[in-house]
């Protein structure tokens, strides 16, 4: 068991007001695993207040780019000394397979708060220029203030990461909050924290739900909320930054395409990158590749080749290193997932491998890795997030028609293009409508470049130069003539 009863606000570890606590249940084992406070709004009130006080008084915004970028890698570093009890909790806690955790949960958090340190020091933070009247301009990227991160339970360090790396670059103060599901691993963060030796209220983590969180995102001493999280909880968020005018990053969900063009070899490493684009994180990924867009004259071909890869998957515990699939985070998920799965079946399409949930396993949320073939776009599960290991293989007859299916969602997370000939491939990728198109690789993003949704998927971007943007403010000074 796993319980903390504090919060980590202004620096230490205090109490909260809450009564009640939120309890971690495992989806392998079904028990109960951990708690934590269930923060109250009045908790939310003295993690604004300390972060307020950091923003305005405190040394953080205030200090060099390199002071900030040497604690940016002090939290790279602690936060690296406990990766695998980290990766493990994840696990525990949203049935991530550990195959998958330590790299795709924890290290690859990791890495984007070093990828942070190394951009501080040389992001440009004020250039200087002719004025048009004749006077010299200075024009600064402020730090935009104090900033509110909700975290989605998915990939809950990663996404983390992905908000205090720039926050931190740009000298912002942030209120963490973890989503009720993953509250255990946002804790072991807050002890990386500490450890880290940053000023207080520089970072507050304090986990609780919905409601705390809108007190939060409303709270007047909040001048910025970056949210991850679903399509419906972020248009409600964007509609109360609208009305607050606060500035706003939202990183929503997704219903990526994988163009699989006739040139493409399947081998075996090929084919496991292009399951792997739908089914890593037991598909619980929002640039998850689950349409998978296939000519009429390879069709049944990839579809077989599909069939054999993903029937063959391992389920079960997600601590066993052996795993492919573990559980869905919660019960609600896994009947979810199958109603999706009762949707396919009753629209036509026809589950080659899957569709149901696992005979030998008695326990735990799961749902078998399934693929779908004879698939039409317009399917309920063509349309909408499933967030479960389910891939959807839809016929084309032409690559016009290809890039018409792969943009006809209301989503623009991600895509990918599968083809002998990489340069034709970026060809195709420049007229899909998303944020990031991979070619031949499972990879969702890169660090070094921005990340984010056209439509329903999003506004703004995170990672590269680009992601510390959203986190300043542009100010004009005008200097006196020389
Ligand atoms: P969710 O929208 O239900 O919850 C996300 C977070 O928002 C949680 O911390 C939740 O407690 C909080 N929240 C809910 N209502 C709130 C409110 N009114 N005010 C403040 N906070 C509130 O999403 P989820 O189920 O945790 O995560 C899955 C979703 O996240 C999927 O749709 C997935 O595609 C999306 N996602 C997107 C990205 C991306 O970068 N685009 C990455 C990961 C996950």
């Known amino acids: 068991m796993q ?3 504090k919060l980590y606000i202004g620096g230490e570890w205090v109490d909260s007001s809450a009564t009640g606590t939120i309890e971690v249940t495992s989806p392998h084992t079904e028990e109960v695993i951990g708690s934590v406070p269930d923060a109250t709004p009045a908790d939310m009130d003295r993690a604004v207040a300390a972060a307020r006080e950091a923003f305005d008084h405190g040394p953080w915004p205030r200090m060099s780019p390199e002071e900030r970028a040497a604690g940016l890698q002090r939290l790279t570093e602690q936060l690296g000394a ?8 994840i696990s525990s806690e949203n049935g991530s397979p550990a195959k998958w955790s330590l790299m795709g949960q924890v290290f ?6 070093g990828t942070y340190a190394g951009l501080t020091p040389t992001y440009t933070w004020a250039d200087d220029r002719a004025g048009a009247f004749g006077a010299p301009v200075t024009v600064r990227r402020a730090p935009v203030g104090v900033v509110a991160g909700i975290i989605p339970w998915n990939v809950p360090l990663f996404i983390s990461a992905l908000k205090l790396g720039p926050a931190m670059a740009a000298g912002c103060p942030i209120i963490l909050k973890p989503s009720p599901e993953t509250p255990l691993d946002g804790y072991m963060l807050a002890e990386a924290v500490a450890a880290a030796d940053l000023p207080p209220g520089v970072i507050n983590v304090v986990a609780a739900g919905r409601e705390t969180g809108d007190h939060l995102i409303r709270h007047r001493g909040i001048d910025k909320v970056s949210f991850t999280g679903s399509t419906a909880v972020g248009r409600h968020i964007g509609a109360v930054c609208g009305e607050h005018l606060k500035r706003c990053t939202l990183e929503l969900g997704g219903k990526s395409a994988a163009i699989v063009l006739d040139d493409w ?8 990158a292009l399951v792997d684009s739908g089914l890593m994180n037991n598909g619980q990924v929002c640039g998850a590749q689950s349409r998978i867009l296939v000519s009429a004259k390879r069709y049944d071909e990839v579809v077989e080749a599909l069939a054999a890869k993903v029937g063959a998957m391992k389920v079960g515990d997600p601590l066993d290193a052996e795993t492919d699939i573990g559980p869905l985070v919660a019960q609600r998920q896994q009947e979810r997932v199958q109603g999706f799965l009762d949707a396919g079946k009753s629209a036509g399409a026809r589950a080659i491998v899957g569709g149901g949930t696992p005979a030998d396993l008695d326990r735990g949320w799961y749902v078998q890795p399934t693929v779908f073939a004879d698939v039409t776009n317009d399917m309920k599960i063509a349309q909408e997030e499933i967030f479960g290991p389910v891939l959807s293989v839809i016929k084309y007859t032409d690559e016009a028609e290809a890039i018409a299916i ?5 989503y623009g997370l991600c895509g990918s293009v599968w083809t002998a000939d990489a340069d034709h491939g970026a060809e195709v990728a420049a007229q899909v409508r998303t944020g990031v198109v991979a070619i031949n690789s499972s990879m969702i993003l890169d660090f070094n470049a921005p990340f984010g949704g056209f439509k329903s998927s999003g506004i703004g971007r995170e990672l590269g130069p680009e992601g510390i943007a959203p986190y300043t403010e542009y100010q004009t000074i005008i200097r006196p003539m020389a």
Do not use: E, F, H, K
């Open 3 to 5: 319980v903390y009863d």
């Open 82 to 89: 406990r990766a695998q009890d980290i990766a493990d909790t």
């Open 108 to 113: 690859s958090g990791v890495a984007v708060l």
């Open 265 to 272: 070899a399947i081998d075996d490493a090929a084919l496991g």
């Open 406 to 410: 792969a943009n006809d969602s209301d």
